[in-house]
């Protein structure tokens, strides 16, 4: 069980951008590995609290995890889990722009240390996923098949014809970067770009594999097994980490994201987690009470109609609509009462209505018009 982010910094859920900086800056000079060399214990603490930090010091993270919590969009890179520290000070240099970290950290660590895995990364891909209210309401597990690049299926990946073809870059001698130091009157200054002859690789090919022509992969198509939990709604999406296109030559893996769409129902409207059916009955059903057939998102359901139910009466089913996202309440499907007016009669049935007209309970009594409940009920029947 993940502990709550607000909690692992010690803010409150209202505290602004300024306190939440602070209180991890805070934890972060505690519990930094160089302050604490060997101790497990505060370098997971320190884990935590950067993992806290990158989500509640972005605004549109932040909304996102007040809104969803810890797993609302799982596996999305908005919620990293930090494994390796090193990731920390890769991911977080520009983040910080330096200033926090600066007399945190002190030096010893490249803030731009990310290992590069090999060549380019792959791209992220996008896919929209249609889900009917039924779907929507339990959550489902669908499998999809996507086009996307994977690793050439002859030199699996690496881009060489056969090992000894590729060879360590003469430029930067496999390091993939070019240093250069320049004194000045302010001291020495280390210059790191990428080298431009291998791409940062670090190697070469010089017998590229003839089936990628070196690029190391190929079209192919991916069947993906997605668990989509329940209470989705339009237009949200999860990020599945490493399920894009294969980078060139081993290259990190991009992310493959989803997308939801709902689809409208025949019978049901969505508010929220509860549904809205409309239900026709009669004029004497209304009057005298019936049982009548509902569908429901799960099957069919009797339902009583009392005698004397008013157009537009709002009737609950408690727990037949949708799951929570994050939760195991459920909400209700909600029954709105339509009394059905025909327009269409014979002469026969012309002749009842006429008689029915006549009667004497037909229209309130002054008194009833009057009451507080007659008042009520004709609200209702407006909502
Ligand atoms: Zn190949
Ligand atoms: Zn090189």
């Known amino acids: 069980m993940k502990r709550d982010y607000y909690e692992i910094l010690g803010v409150g859920r209202e505290a602004n951008d ?72 890769s991911n977080f240099g520009d983040i910080f722009g330096g200033s926090i970290f600066e007399d945190v950290f002190s030096g010893g660590r490249s803030s731009r240390s990310r290992r590069r895995t090999g060549g380019e990364p792959g791209s992220d891909l996008k896919i929209k996923i249609s889900l009917t209210l039924e779907e929507i309401a339990d959550g489902i597990e669908k499998k999809v098949k996507i086009k996307n690049y994977k690793n050439c299926s002859v030199c699996s990946g690496s881009g060489a014809k056969s090992n000894s073809s590729r060879v360590q870059c003469s430029t930067c001698h496999g390091s993939g970067e070019i240093r250069q130091v320049s004194r000045s009157m302010f001291g020495q200054f280390i210059n790191v770009t990428t080298c431009n002859y291998c ?63 709902e689809e409208p129902h025949d019978l049901f409207v969505r508010n929220e987690y509860d549904i809205i059916y409309t239900a026709l009955i009669s004029f004497p059903q209304a009057t005298l009470g019936d049982e009548i057939e509902v569908p429901t998102l799960k099957g069919k359901a009797r339902l009583t109609i009392e005698p004397g ?46 008689e029915l007209n006549k009667l004497e309970h037909i229209l309130p009594s002054e008194e009833e018009k009057k009451s507080k409940s007659f008042i009520d009920k004709l609200k209702n029947a407006f909502l």
């Open 18 to 89: 300024d306190e939440i900086k602070k209180a991890y800056r805070k934890l972060a000079m505690q519990f930094h590995p160089d302050k604490n060399p060997g101790n497990k214990q505060a370098e997971d603490k320190f884990k935590e609290a950067t993992e806290a930090y990158e989500v509640l010091g972005n605004k549109d993270k932040r909304a996102k995890y007040n809104q969803f919590g810890h797993d609302g969009l799982r596996g999305g890179r908005d919620f990293h889990q930090y494994t390796d520290i090193n990731d920390i000070f």
């Open 309 to 354: 139910t008013m157009p537009g009466k709002l009737l609950r089913m408690r727990e037949k609509g949708i799951k929570h996202l994050n939760s195991n309440r459920r909400g209700d499907q909600i029954i709105k009462v339509q009394v059905w007016i025909p327009n269409k009669f014979n002469s026969k049935e012309k002749d009842i209505l006429k």
């Open 199 to 261: 791409n940062g690789e670090g190697t070469i090919i010089k017998e590229p594999c003839m089936h990628c022509k070196g690029d190391g992969r190929e079209h192919g198509e991916t069947t993906i097994k997605i668990n989509i939990p329940a209470g989705i709604a339009e237009g949200q999406y999860m990020t599945l980490q490493g399920q894009g296109n294969v980078g060139k030559r081993g290259g990190e893996q991009g992310d493959l994201i989803v997308i939801f769409h």
